[in-house]
């Protein structure tokens, strides 16, 4: 074994069944997995668990009337192999009651669960805005024109410790044209007087900070079509992930949480964005993914650097069974292409 799957916390684990210079991929279901690792190792852990949709999906979902108990197991879980300083972020859809137009109370009960029984803090709720979202439920939104479309996931960041490790400035956004203005002559175009709140904001608000503060709404579409990993994934005759989320969600959050060389896990790793965007950013990683298929194609996000014939070589040794196979990124110039941020 190579990289991070080869240090001693981790020895524990199973053999991994590929990896890269600072992460590694394990075939199981996270809930074992997790049980394998020592406390107080892990940074940051970001993921998408199946969402307690009406419709049984592909990838495994669970009940609504399960599925709440169900996340919070691995929840208490996570909180245990967590750093102090560590964060929990998960992304969560909404979804309705069976059979009437009644929103289900399910992420609201897990936030709950996992800060009064698990005992995570909330340290902020954030929106996962998608525009390019598809409208749900059928029967209530275009059908009968009930309801209109949901098109926001929340995301949770949960904390181990009412203080975690977060640094806004690795994620400013730009400045607006109407600011990027003020910024050049602030006497001009701004006389700062104090706001019926009582608030004065005179003080350091024409400063150039290299960009602005974010907000927690987070307008990121999910609309890959050319990305190399579906590219590679037809090349091979992989069987792609059917419920992908954009490399640009996890980056935030791997940006915004942790710095160089810090620990980043996803325990639903699906087809592993994740991973692939922690190893652009310099992060190690560990991925945890129940189905073979979904771990064996995971693999392509790394191998846009190779040719034809060797990705069809990697690919087929990884689904006859070979595991531990370390994926060369010396001649990688980027683990995905930027195409595929502008999608989930």
Request: glycine letters at 6%; proline letters at 8%; hydrophobic letters at 40%.
């Amino acid at each position: 074994m190579t990289g991070i799957a080869a240090t001693t916390p981790f020895r524990l684990l199973p053999t991994p069944v590929y990896t890269t210079r600072q992460g590694a991929c394990y075939l199981g279901d996270a809930m074992d997995l997790l049980r394998l690792l020592p406390n107080d190792c892990i940074d940051l852990v970001v993921t998408s668990p199946p969402f307690a949709l009406l419709r049984q999906k592909a990838y495994g979902n669970k009940e609504q009337s399960e599925y709440v108990g169900w996340l919070c197991r691995y929840g208490a879980e996570v909180r245990r192999v967590l750093r102090e300083t560590g964060s929990f972020v998960l992304d969560l859809g909404g979804a309705y009651q069976r059979g009437v137009p009644v929103r289900s109370l399910y992420p609201y009960r897990i936030l709950l669960k996992m800060c009064d029984e698990v005992g995570f803090f909330l340290a902020e709720e954030f929106f996962w805005y998608n525009p390019s979202k598809l409208p749900s439920p059928i029967e209530w939104v275009n059908k009968r024109k009930l309801r209109v479309k949901d098109a926001v996931n929340t995301v949770w960041w949960f904390s181990k410790s009412e203080w975690p490790k977060a640094d806004a400035r690795q994620v400013l956004v730009p400045y607006s044209g109407r600011m990027k203005t003020l910024l050049k002559n602030p006497q001009a175009f701004y006389q700062p007087r104090e706001r019926p709140s009582g608030h004065d904001i005179s003080q350091g608000f024409a400063v150039d900070n290299g960009g602005a503060i974010p907000s927690n709404l987070l307008q990121i579409p999910n609309t890959e079509s050319n990305s190399s990993y579906l590219r590679l994934s037809k090349l091979v005759g992989a069987e792609t992930h059917p419920a992908r989320f954009p490399p640009a969600l996890p980056e935030f959050f791997i940006r915004f949480l942790t710095t160089e060389d810090d620990l980043v896990l996803d325990i639903f790793a699906g087809s592993n964005t994740t991973g692939s965007v922690a190893e652009q950013f310099g992060r190690r990683w560990m991925a945890m993914e129940i189905n073979p298929q979904y771990v064996a194609s995971s693999a392509l996000r790394f191998l846009n650097h190779l040719s034809e014939r060797e990705v069809r070589d990697y690919f087929a040794r990884l689904s006859a069974g070979q595991k531990s196979i370390p994926v060369d990124l010396s001649g990688a110039p980027k683990l995905f292409e930027q195409a595929a941020t502008g999608e989930p």
